[in-house]
């Protein structure tokens, strides 16, 4: 070998977990997972889900009517006054891509009966009872159906607190919430959810002109990667190593750590040694 | 030799119905001439059970008899052999068991072996040893293939088990299993049985032994057991794959005469032996450390 030359090198890049998903895979075992925990341990086939018009919604009434079958699926649209008028028609595209069963409920009486007694409410206020609103009725509409509500918050949304607590996240089942908002979107392309619905970018529509990314102060493709570093126990330093702010990770750890309550149940005392989920433990489907 | 992996979904918590689908896995294969069944970890329960293990653990004596009754229920009048993943109540003491019995014929049935998983996984979503004791040994015995030895679950993670198991004299490992799906990033298989089926074939290739693995399926709290029940020949090749979701059975055919070639052509098992020794001799591991100070 001559020593002059310089022998090839072979660079490696830094390593990060991945976020991608065999989207097949992951539809198959979503749909599995509904069939078990609806149909063999809970005993019920039918599913009920607010859609909004937003792709998580979308998306699980797609794996919903894959698992149960498009009859025993209801959707119920639950707009309020202010609702983007373009909300209702994307929910509808859903319904008539899938054949399922759809009905609209107005929530704005509802919501104004109370807000008359709250005339100080803000925007995050007024969001919250909407929300909390469309949780009553949603379960309203179980009972009277013999449905299950069915979950459509994701994984983003949940780390980031990016919801309204005991309305978004009551449904006792929910098969995206270990799904990124990017992995959302790139199972909603393969199920082919309308093209609309995936492309629009993401609000909650509490308010006019609202966007998720607007809100949250940072891209949803930024955050999950910074999250999916958080989850898997990177530091801060070897976060930003891979081509992030400081104030990027920093914005999205703060909401993570602020928010961990968010994700619990309440926070109940403990007086004796047999106190429920701390020494009496049992799992959820025994 | 034949031998039947079952994938097997369980109803959380209830005994009789598993039973009874035990039993129809049974009738099943009474006609077929199998001569070895196989059910995954905690096949008669579920897995994820917490606190209420306590009230569900069998003995070892019970669960033979009742296995037992529903192997002669079909009407088979010859034996058989059978392995079962049950939690156990060893007089109050309680373990992750696996139970190889021979059921069924003129004789009464026999435990042949008990064996009381080692490594008790108890971090992210496990939290074994919160519930159970683990098991202090690790033994061969004798099977309808020769000599055999079962693994339950992480204890086949360890690369030292299937070692020890193959130095022992086992032929043939048997690992009954329930493990939690996840990684979905992988091409048309989850990570984490992609990642199962590399370790069973190190494990096979390496000592030149069979390795049957079954795999419990269905979903248990959002968790899905992902079935992956499949079989190795002792040249770590795939014989046989179930896929995650659905319950199955795997037949496998197992020839003596195989592992004998797999270990003629490449003798790893007998050169570890010779070197074995000089390994466990030294003095910077400290097991050896350990075995010293207690003497």
Known sequence: ?286 | MHAALVQFKPRKGDLDANLDAMRAVFEQLAPTGTELIVFPEAALTGYFLEGAVYELALDAPSLARAVDEEWRATGATRAVDIVVGFYENAGGTFHNSAMYLRAGGPERARIVHVHRKMFLPTYGVFDEERFLTRGRRLAAFESAFGPAAMLICEDAWHAIMPTVAALKGARLLIVPSASPGRGICGDGELESNARWKSILAAAASEHGVYVLYAGLTGFEGGKGMSGNTCAFSPRGDLLASAGPLDPCIVRVQLDPNEVDLARATIPLLGDLSAVLPDLWLDEEIPVTRRIEERT
Request: hydrophobic share 40%; aromatic share 6%; charged share 25%.
């Open chain 1, 1 to 286: 070998m001559n020593a002059q030359t310089s022998l090839p090198v072979i660079e490696t890049p830094l390593d990060e977990p991945s976020l991608a998903i065999d989207p097949e895979l992951t539809a198959r075992w979503l749909e599995a997972f509904l069939r078990d925990e609806m149909v063999e341990r809970r005993g019920i086939g039918r599913a009920i889900l607010g859609l909004s018009g937003g792709i998580d919604s979308a998306l699980v009434a797609y794996l919903c009517a894959r698992a149960l079958g498009p009859q025993n699926v209801y959707a119920i649209r639950m707009p309020y006054k202010t609702s983007s008028p373009s909300s209702l028609s994307d929910a509808q595209r859903v319904v008539d891509a899938l054949g399922i069963n759809c009905e609209t409920i107005e929530i704005s009486d509802a919501v104004d009966g109370y807000l008359a007694h709250a005339p100080d409410a803000d925007a995050r206020r007024k969001g919250n009872v909407m929300a909390r609103m469309r949780m009553l009725v949603l379960f309203d509409q179980s009972a009277r159906r013999n449905a299950l509500p069915v979950g459509t918050g994701n994984k983003t949304e949940r780390l980031m607190g990016y919801f309204t607590w005991h309305a978004d996240d009551t449904p006792p089942v929910n098969p995206i919430g270990d799904l990124f908002k990017t992995q959302v979107w790139a199972l909603a392309r393969h199920l082919g959810v309308p093209n609309e619905v995936v492309d629009k970018p993401p609000s909650a529509d509490l308010e006019a002109n609202q966007t998720d990314e607007g809100d949250l102060g940072i891209t949803y493709a930024k955050a999950d990667r910074i999250l999916n570093l958080i989850l898997f126990g990177y530091k801060d330093p070897a976060i930003v190593a891979r081509g992030f702010s400081e104030s990027e990770v920093g914005l999205v750890r703060r909401r993570v750590d602020a928010t961990h309550w968010k994700r619990h149940l309440p926070t109940t005392a403990l007086v004796s040694g047999t106190a429920i989920n701390e020494f009496y433990l049992r799992p959820v489907d025994f």
